[in-house]
């Protein structure tokens, strides 16, 4: 049987105020059950995970845990619920020290957004084993497949940038974990919180010089951040595509 090795942080902690008076976001509901839920079934399905780290607001703290703790099955990982930070970067760094504290061995640490609620467990396990395979950072990706343009201020055309080459980034994102570990060692307290590194931990670990590898992302696993997002959602979740995100 193999050693479970890995740990996945879910970044939860979010306001979602483009859902307007909904928050925090991992509570908005998606077919009756809420986004962190359905994100938290597919991640504890995946192979080798051997715990599971949940950064979630701290009003909603007993909320979280109430509705987390028993999801995964007793054969399943261990489920901790801790509360998040102000920032996305303060609640990963926060849930790697209870990774720490918790002691579980793990040489891989997968990093998701409660948000990307529909991503499925292939895709975990994908990041996973690309890791493995001796790679430091780890992230899906789409290719950008519309015409993008560059606007200035005055939402006047600058240029027409070529998409050949360009991607987006999906979760989770895989690391070797002492590589996170120093990644986020090296944070400067005195950073904005605007600074684009720190909304991604795959950005601050290519900081430290290592080079990003990709593996291809899901569909499924777009975030979901507005109203008309859950519609789109609702239509991955539907039996004609439900086997996508298996």
């Known amino acids: 049987m193999t050693t479970p090795d890995t740990v996945i942080i879910i970044a939860a902690a979010g306001a979602g105020a483009r859902f307007g008076d909904i928050a925090p976001k991992a509570l908005f509901p998606l077919a009756g059950e809420p986004l962190i839920i359905h994100a938290l079934r597919r991640a504890a399905a995946a192979r080798q995970v051997a715990a599971i780290v ?13 509705l987390c703790i028993d999801v995964v099955s007793d054969a399943g990982p261990p489920v901790y619920v801790i509360h998040g930070g102000l920032h996305r970067q303060d609640s990963v760094g926060l849930a790697l020290g209870e990774v720490r504290r918790i002691g579980v061995a793990h040489s891989v640490i997968l990093v998701h957004d ?95 010089g290592y080079r990003m590898r990709t593996v291809a992302g899901e569909p499924c696993a777009f975030k979901i951040t507005r109203p008309h997002d859950v519609s789109l959602a609702k239509s991955f979740l539907s039996g004609a595509v439900a086997a996508q995100m298996r």
């Open 54 to 66: 949940i950064a979630a607001p701290p009003q909603r703290l007993e909320q979280f845990q109430r």
């Open 114 to 208: 409660a948000a990307r609620a529909l991503a499925p467990t292939a895709l975990f396990e994908r990041v996973a084993e690309t890791v493995r395979s001796g790679n430091p950072v780890v992230i899906p990706v789409l290719p950008v497949v519309d015409t993008v343009r560059q606007v200035d201020e005055t939402a006047s055309v600058v240029q027409t940038v070529d998409r050949a080459g360009l991607c987006l980034v999906q979760t989770p994102q895989g690391f070797q974990a002492d590589v996170l570990f120093a990644a986020h060692s090296a944070i400067d307290p005195s950073a904005s919180a605007a600074d684009a590194a720190l909304t991604d931990d795959a950005g601050l670990v290519e900081r430290l």
